[in-house]
C-alpha cells in the first residue's frame, strides 16, 4: 500500500521560506519519480515541481522557477520542497505524489500520478 504523508506548512509572511516534507513507510521513495502539486480554493490542481528517481531529472512550474528547489535525502526516504520568497499566490494546500509505476521521466501533469498525500496548507499572508 502506498501513503504519503506531507508535512512543513504553515502561515508566512511574504518573503519568507518554508520547507515541505513528503515521507513514505511502507515503500523507497528513491525509486520513484516524486511530484509537487498545489491547488487553491476554486482553482485546478497544478504541478509545482518534479523530481526523477536518484534526481537526474528536475521540473519546475514557470511560477515557482528560481524561488521553490526540490531534493531527496534517501537515508530519511523523504522528498522535500524548499520554498523561499514566497507570495500571497503561492497560498494553496501542497501534495505529493507519485505515479502508478516507476519511470525516469518527470512530468507536472496530476493525472500522471496514481497515489497521493493528504495535503498540507501553505498560507502567505502579512
Not at 68 to 91: C, G, H, Q, W
Not at 93 to 99: F, R
Not at 112 to 124: L, R
Request: proline share 5%; aromatic share 10%.
Amino acid at each position: 500500500q502506498v501513503h504519503l504523508v506531507e508535512s512543513g506548512g504553515g502561515l508566512v509572511q511574504p518573503g519568507g521560506s518554508l520547507r515541505l516534507s513528503c515521507t513514505a513507510s511502507e515503500f523507497s521513495l528513491d525509486w520513484w519519480t516524486v511530484g509537487w502539486f498545489r491547488q487553491a480554493p476554486g482553482k485546478e490542481r497544478s504541478g509545482v515541481s518534479c523530481m526523477t528517481p536518484n534526481g537526474q531529472i528536475t521540473s519546475y512550474g514557470n511560477a515557482v522557477k528560481g524561488r521553490f528547489t526540490i531534493s531527496r535525502d534517501a537515508a530519511k526516504n523523504t522528498v522535500y520542497l524548499e520554498m523561499n520568497n514566497l507570495k500571497p499566490e503561492d497560498t494553496a494546500v501542497y501534495y505529493c505524489a507519485v505515479p502508478s509505476v516507476s519511470r525516469h521521466v518527470c512530468e507536472l501533469t496530476p493525472v500522471e500520478y496514481a497515489y497521493w498525500g493528504q495535503g498540507t496548507q501553505v498560507t502567505v499572508s502579512s
